[in-house]
């Protein structure tokens, strides 16, 4: 999955908003402005605690972000190929859909 995730992803409802995931983190960017640089991991669930410390995992069903200001992002990772992106943004359950570039 990590292997997957990897380059650069242009949403599908905002052509403006990129994901670039380089390893295990996470780039977000918006026209060209990079806004946030993340760490990320693959869990079987939420985390409630996620450190860029914690064991790298190669897969899992959920996709969570350290954000730099302490937040944890999680998704459930709902579709994935090597050109298509679906995430679920948790705990409200926005589709985010993404297409590889």
Known sequence: MITMLQ???VSLDDKQSFIIFKGYQ???VYGKEV???SAINFYKKC???FSAKDAKA???THLA???PDGD???YEIDYLTAKSLHLIYLPRGNMLRYKKL
């Open 72 to 74: 944890i992002l999680c």
């Open 47 to 49: 985390p409630e605690h």
């Open 7 to 9: 380059g650069k992803w």
């Open 26 to 28: 996470q780039i977000d």
């Open 35 to 37: 806004l946030d640089t």
């Open 58 to 60: 190669k897969s899992g």
């Open 65 to 67: 972000v350290a954000m």
